[in-house]
Nanobody
């Protein structure tokens, strides 16, 4: 089965940067889509960035476009989220997730598409 472990969270001032990492293991066919989600206190979990494994095909939530970049290492065993120009509203627990199937032929930011989840890493911007 797939295991996901996030790291790299922390506290930064507005305008700062952080790089999150998600180390993944398990069958690659169960990790065809990789995504980063976040959940702030009292809010629903939202998708912020998606990458099609072993490709450069990505997409982002409007709230992070131009500031966040999702990428993978060549083995697709680690997925990164580079976060620049951080804002207080980016404060949340960030989760890495993996999907074993496409939804309507694509990788979405729908929570329901994702089968495997990490435990999350806290990002605080203040």
């Amino acid at each position: 089965h797939v295991q996901l472990v996030e790291s790299g969270g922390g506290s930064v001032h507005p305008g700062g940067s952080l790089r999150l990492s998600c180390a993944s293991s398990g069958p690659s066919y169960q990790r065809i889509c990789m995504a980063w989600f976040r959940q702030a206190p009292g809010k629903e979990r939202e998708g912020v960035a998606v990458i099609y494994s072993r490709s450069t095909n990505t997409h982002y939530a409007d709230s992070v476009k131009g500031r966040f970049t999702v990428s993978q290492n060549s083995a697709a065993s680690t997925t990164y989220l580079q976060m620049n120009k951080l804002k207080p509203e980016d404060t949340a627990v960030y989760y890495c997730a993996a999907a074993s199937r496409f939804r309507d032929g694509s990788c979405s930011t729908d929570v329901g598409q994702y089968d495997s989840w990490g435990r999350g890493t806290q990002v605080t911007v203040s």
